[in-house]
């Protein structure tokens, strides 16, 4: 497995499922501070776009896919070697 920035350290999530699930998917929010693209800077928020299964969401799929999908933006080329904040910061929302 590839090096990153993000290894060795513990991300918190905020997934929530809305009255239309499961056919409309969760909104999911890292709640640690973290540096990567496509998560919002400021509040943490997940853009549904960056990742491929919560942009084309099925009613089968579920936070694994979810998870998996991160893990997999974690590793790409423009992700991997970005700084991080220092550990333990929050969003504030």
Known sequence: M???NYENKIYSLKVEF????????PSVR???K??????NNSSGM???????????????YSIKIILQ???????SQENMR????????????
């Open 2 to 4: 590839r090096k990153t």
């Open 18 to 25: 809305g009255p239309k699930h499961p056919e409309a998917s």
């Open 30 to 32: 890292v709640v640690t």
């Open 34 to 39: 973290i540096n990567m693209n496509g998560i």
């Open 46 to 60: 997940v853009n549904a776009q960056s990742i491929p299964m919560l942009a084309k969401w099925q009613n089968s």
């Open 69 to 75: 999908e991160l893990r997999h933006l974690m590793m």
């Open 82 to 93: 970005l700084l991080q904040p220092p550990e333990g910061q929050t969003y504030n929302n």
